[in-house]
C-alpha cells in the first residue's frame, strides 16, 4: 500500500516521517503542497499529530474528493479534524497527564473489538498514555477504542463518504517523535504495519 | 518603527499561553500565526519566539530573514529539538539514549538573568516526574554558554548563543520553557524574562 504523508514540520512530525517510520511512507508533503499533490496516487493519506487545522482547512474539499474516489484519510490526535473532514464530532476533554500515578490508576481506554486485525497488533496497554477527547460516531461506523464512558477514540468510518476514515483522539507521533512515552512507540508499532498492509483502496 | 516588541511565533491551532497574557497586552508581545510571520515581521521585532512545534521547514525557508535579523541584533528564543539548520549553526538535536532518572538530573552552569533565583531542581520535575525538562540537547555552536546541564556528563540541554556576526540565540532542547517545573509564578517569570532578554538585544535599543 502507498502511504502519503502530510508533515507540518514540527519536530515530533519530521522525527515521524524520517525517523523509525520512515519506511511506512512513500512520500511526504507539506499540508501547503497537497493543493499540487495527486493525492489518488496514494492508498493513504496520513495526517500526522498536531497538524493545525488552519492549515488543513484549505484542503477540505480536495480531501473530500478523493475519500469520494475511494481513498482512506487517517487523521491522527490533535488535528481538529472536524474542522477539515466531514461527519466528524469531536469533544475535547481536559487532559489527565497523571492517572498513572495513583494506586491502581486506570484512564479507562479500552479495546472496543479486540477481534480487529489492529489488536493482533497492539493490546489494552499500548493505547493508554492520555486523552484529549472523544468522538460521537455515525450510524454504521467502526469503532475500535473507548474512553471510560464509551466514547469513541479510534474508530473507522466507511459510511460518510465513498472512501475511508481513520480516525483517533490519541496522539502517538507527537510524543514518539519527542522521544517520550514508549506506549506511543508500541502503538505506532502496530498501527503503522497495520495501515500499510490491511487497506487496499476502496473501489470508487 | 517600533521595535520593542518580541514576535511569538504561533505554530498549533492553540492560543498564545497565558504566561505571556500580560506581556500581549501591554504590546510587548505580538502573537502571529507562523504562516503571517513574514520577513517584514521578523525584520521589525526585537525578538523571536519559536515553540517546541514551530515549523522549521517553514522558518528553513525564512533563513536568510531570520539570519539578517540576527546580523541587525535581534534576539531569538528556541524551544525544542532542532531538526533544521534554520539559524545555520543549528546542529540536530541529540536525544538521550535509554535514559533513566539519574539522566534526568540538571546541574545550572552558569548563571542567566533568564534563570535567577530558580535552582535548576526546581525545573526538574513535573508534580515529582523526570523527563518533561529535555530528554537530550541541541549541540550548541563553539562560542556558546551552557546554562544548563542535563544527565551525569551535564550534556548542554540550555546555553546562549552570542552570534558572532550579530543578535543572539536562548536554546531550550526540551518542551516550552515557561511550561516545566510545577509553581504558576515561576513558569510567568520565566515567560516574562524570556521577553525582557530578547528586549535587551542591541536590535531592541538602536530601533527605538
Known amino acids: 500500500m502507498s502511504i502519503l504523508a502530510i508533515n507540518g514540520g514540527a519536530a515530533y512530525q519530521i522525527q515521524a516521517v524520517e525517523g523509525r517510520y520512515a519506511p511506512f511512507f512513500d512520500a511526504a508533503v507539506r499540508p501547503e503542497e497537497i493543493a499540487r499533490t495527486n493525492l489518488n496516487a496514494y492508498d493513504s493519506v496520513i495526517v500526522l499529530c498536531r497538524t493545525p487545522a488552519w492549515r488543513m482547512e484549505p484542503h477540505a474539499g480536495q480531501l473530500r474528493d478523493y475519500l469520494d474516489a475511494g481513498g482512506t484519510v487517517v487523521a491522527m490526535g490533535e488535528c481538529h479534524s472536524e474542522r477539515w473532514l466531514p461527519g466528524i464530532s469531536f469533544e475535547p476533554c481536559e487532559t489527565n497527564f497523571w492517572w498513572w500515578l495513583t494506586p491502581d490508576g486506570d484512564l479507562g481506554t479500552r479495546i472496543a473489538k479486540p477481534e480487529h486485525p489492529l489488536f493482533g497488533r497492539i493490546g489494552e496497554n499500548d493505547i493508554r498514555w492520555h486523552l484529549h477527547g472523544s468522538f460521537d460516531t455515525p450510524e454504521g461506523a467502526e469503532v475500535l477504542a473507548t474512553n471510560k464512558e464509551g466514547r469513541a477514540i479510534l474508530y473507522v468510518d466507511e459510511v460518510t463518504t465513498g472512501g475511508r476514515m481513520i480516525v483517533t483522539s490519541l496522539d502517538p507521533f507527537f510524543h514518539h517523535g519527542h522521544h517520550f512515552m514508549p506506549a506511543t512507540t508500541r502503538f505506532l508499532d502496530g498501527f503503522m504495519p497495520w495501515i500499510s498492509e490491511d487497506f487496499e483502496r476502496k473501489a470508487a | ?208
Open chain 2, 1 to 208: 518603527m517600533n521595535h520593542r516588541h518580541v514576535i511569538f511565533i504561533v505554530s498549533t491551532d492553540a492560543p498564545i499561553p497565558p504566561q505571556f497574557d500580560e506581556m500581549q497586552s501591554e504590546g510587548r508581545v505580538h502573537p502571529v500565526r507562523q504562516d503571517r510571520v513574514t520577513p517584514e515581521i521578523i525584520a521589525g521585532a526585537a525578538g523571536l519566539i519559536a515553540t517546541a512545534s514551530v515549523d522549521q521547514i517553514d522558518l528553513l525557508e525564512k533563513r536568510d530573514a531570520i539570519e539578517r535579523f540576527l546580523d541587525a541584533g535581534g534576539r531569538m528564543v528556541i524551544n525544542g529539538h532542532a531538526m533544521r539548520p534554520y539559524v545555520r549553526e543549528l546542529q540536530p538535536f541529540v536525544p538521550l539514549t535509554t535514559p533513566h532518572r539519574p539522566d534526568y538530573v540538571l546541574t545550572r552552569l552558569a548563571n542567566h538573568p533568564v534563570f535567577a533565583g530558580i535552582p535548576a531542581q526546581t525545573l526538574e520535575t513535573n508534580r515529582g516526574v523526570a523527563g518533561f525538562y529535555g530528554r537530550g540537547h541541541n549541540p550548541p555552536p563553539a562560542g556558546a554558554t551552557a546554562l544548563t546541564g542535563i544527565g551525569p556528563e551535564r550534556l548542554p540541554v540550555d546555553w546562549v548563543w552570542q552570534r558572532p556576526g550579530g543578535g543572539a540565540l536562548f536554546v531550550h532542547s526540551g518542551n516550552d520553557l515557561w511550561g516545566v517545573g510545577d509553581d504558576p509564578a515561576v513558569k510567568r517569570s520565566i515567560a516574562e524574562r524570556l521577553v525582557d532578554w530578547c528586549l535587551a538585544g542591541s536590535h531592541a535599543e538602536v530601533c527605538t
